[in-house]
């Protein structure tokens, strides 16, 4: 499986950004769908998850009621829509996939990477 981040960038606090990951190599509606983020000096931490059907979410309690993740099986692609973005959300924001029914939070339960978009929210 591969995965391809995009949609980041610098933005004003308060702003938005909607990330975007798409998938190929396997089929994508298989795979529970994450949302990391390191920023630096620190570790790798979850952000937000979404099951096979879309049908369920969760996300880290410094991200919840600001951020929604979402998936379109069709398009293989899963989406990180970011709203009112404080500076301690920069960090570099990683999409993951794991082939094994049931959301995690640890970064070790997923499969595949990507590459890593940047986000950078200026005060």
């Known amino acids: 499986v591969q995965l391809v981040e995009s949609g980041g960038g610098l933005v004003q606090t308060g702003g938005s950004l909607r990330l975007s990951c798409a998938a190929s190599?396997?089929?994508?509606?298989?795979?529970?769908m994450g949302w990391f983020r390191q920023a630096p000096g620190k570790e790798r931490e979850f952000v937000a998850a979404?099951?096979?059907?879309?049908?369920?979410?969760y996300y880290a309690d410094s991200v919840n009621g600001r951020f929604t993740i979402s998936r379109d099986n069709a398009k293989n692609t899963v989406y990180l829509q970011m709203n009112s973005l404080k500076p301690e959300d920069t960090a570099v924001y990683y999409c993951?996939?794991?082939?094994?029914?049931?959301?995690?939070?640890?970064?070790?339960?997923?499969?595949?990477w990507g590459q890593g978009t940047q986000v950078t929210v200026s005060s």
């Open positions: 993951a996939a794991r082939f094994v029914a049931g959301c995690s939070v640890w970064a070790y339960d997923y499969d595949y």
């Open positions: 190599g396997r089929t994508f509606s298989n795979y529970v």
């Open positions: 979404i099951t096979w059907t879309g049908g369920n979410t």
